[in-house]
């Protein structure tokens, strides 16, 4: 029988603590409830003291949801475990979060203060937190770089005031696997009374080794684990929850499970990196746009003959809804007959050979190849179907002018025209379009990526545009990246207006 780990996710406290990644109460709710459905079994909802939005964040996620624990962060101190317990009167299942730096940096740096000092202050904090509730987690801040001895001593200490879980952070994301795993091992063989408490990890990205020492302390005996989706969080990034969650998945000879419905982590993913406007690296593990992609000759026939050759998990597990072959100039019929046959579009042989003698002259000047392109060359145009269409573009700029650009667009068939000026070519042509839709939409999202190095390059330019409290996602392609830029809000555009 496997053991189970419980997923303590931090997405809303720690993860929301990255500048710019700020939500609203009803967007934590949201994310909570999907936390919920993924399977998490805790989910800290925020640091109630440090304002009034934390408060009310953990007062509302505490009454949105039902099964998971509901966490709420504190110091050692006795007003924010007061404010954080009224914050969680509503939880079904409460827990107070509450902790002190235990590293030398703090003990001297942070808090001027001593050893013994600082064991005093977690027994008192802890005991104060147990009158209030049953459920108290105790984190040891800094553990990663906390003497062992010492953090033994601080672990027992706390356990014995009535701590039911103790946090053993690598704060500062600068332990080793094997030292962060030693640790944990040390804990489980110096400290008396160790199996009253369950071990939590809570591991930082700082060196690129968050989710490897997070295996390493389950390895060593932690049974709860802090992560958060797509391994936001505060400079690096904690843990990332699909990543531990794929590896005992994936690893089922380690003998431990988890809650968590695999199904669901692409979904939260995506809805986490647009609330949070923070994107999600191409090539990030289990959730990147590239994680399951496929690009070379080899790796794609291999993959269309037996999906394992080059894939460990089958995409379908993480909610993704299949492998993405990429189109480029090494790629085979085989491959351009597959992408056109999931676009819909079956060819005769012969048609085939002739889009496929077309594919590979284009595969030459650019480096990928996309869905548009694949449709075009099929003679079947994406953009046939939108609504509004891009007529003309042209555009005035250069050192000394004021950009201004005109544009045409067709709108189910009528032509209407605008210009304006801009504080560059693409804000004027955007204004041009603004000016003819009029809708009040802002661009969230805008990333020009060239595909080459020549100057002669093709841009693509993928947009979110927010309408209505909707985002919606354009894309376009052009060696004009001011044409690019227009034609993907155009399509972000046509996602909502029908
Ligand atoms: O990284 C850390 O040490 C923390 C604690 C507050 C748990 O986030
Ligand atoms: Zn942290």
């Keep these: 029988m496997s053991d189970k780990l419980f997923i303590f996710d931090t997405t809303l406290r720690d993860g929301e603590q990255v500048p710019g990644c700020q939500l609203n109460t009803v967007e934590k709710i949201q994310v909570a409830k999907a936390l919920e459905v993924l399977g998490v079994d805790v989910i800290e909802a925020g640091f109630p003291v440090s304002s009034p939005g934390d408060f009310k964040s953990v007062v509302e996620i505490s009454k949105a949801v039902t099964w998971p624990v509901i966490c709420a962060l504190t110091r050692a101190v006795e007003k924010d475990i007061d404010v954080a317990t009224e914050a969680l009167a509503y939880a079904k299942r409460g827990r107070i979060h509450t902790g002190i730096g235990t590293s030398e940096y703090h003990i001297r740096y942070k808090f001027n203060s001593t050893q013994d000092e600082i064991v005093e202050r977690a027994i008192a904090a802890v005991k104060y937190a147990k009158k209030k509730v049953e459920d108290v987690e105790f984190y040891c801040e800094d553990a990663g770089r906390t003497d062992n001895a010492y953090l033994a001593r601080v672990v027992e200490a706390v356990i014995k005031a009535g701590a039911t879980v103790v946090n053993i952070p690598d704060t500062t994301g600068y332990c080793l696997p094997d030292e962060y795993g030693a640790k944990i091992r040390y804990l489980f063989e110096h400290v008396d009374g160790i199996h009253n408490a369950i071990i939590s990890t809570h591991c930082h990205n700082d060196l690129g080794m968050a989710t490897a020492n997070t295996i390493q302390g389950v390895l060593s005996g932690a049974r709860q684990v802090e992560v958060t989706v797509n391994g936001i969080g505060e400079r690096a990034g904690n843990t990332s929850l699909e990543e531990v969650a ?253």
């Design 246 to 498: 794929m590896i005992l998945q994936s690893h089922k000879e380690i003998g431990i499970s988890t809650n968590i419905n695999s199904r669901k982590i692409y979904g939260i993913s995506r809805m986490v990196s647009s609330l949070m406007n923070m994107p999600v690296q191409p090539n990030k593990a289990i959730v990147g746009r590239n994680a399951f992609a496929h690009s070379s000759g080899i790796h794609q026939d291999g993959v269309l003959k037996n999906r394992e050759s080059y894939e460990i998990i089958d995409p379908k597990e993480v909610g993704i809804d299949e492998s993405a072959i990429l189109l480029t100039a090494r790629s085979g019929r085989a491959a351009l007959k597959h992408r056109l046959s999931v676009l819909g579009v079956e060819l005769d042989q012969e048609k085939l050979d002739k889009v496929y003698e077309e594919f590979l002259k284009l595969a030459d000047r650019k480096k990928d190849i996309n869905d548009d392109d694949v449709l075009m060359l099929a003679g079947k145009d994406r953009t046939a179907m939108h609504r509004i269409k891009l007529n003309y573009l042209q555009v005035t700029s250069g050192v000394g002018l004021q950009p201004v650009a005109s544009v045409c667009l067709d709108i189910a068939g009528e032509k209407f025209e605008a210009a304006a000026s801009g504080n560059g070519p693409v804000d004027a042509a955007i204004k041009a379009v603004k000016s003819i839709i009029h809708r009040t939409m802002t661009i969230q999202e805008f990333l020009i990526q060239a595909i080459n190095r020549g100057s002669d390059d093709v841009g693509k330019v993928h947009m979110q545009v927010e309408y209505d409290g909707n985002h919606y996602y354009g894309f376009a392609a052009n060696t004009d990246i001011v044409a690019a830029s227009v034609e993907a809000f155009i399509d972000a555009i046509n996602k909502f207006v029908k």
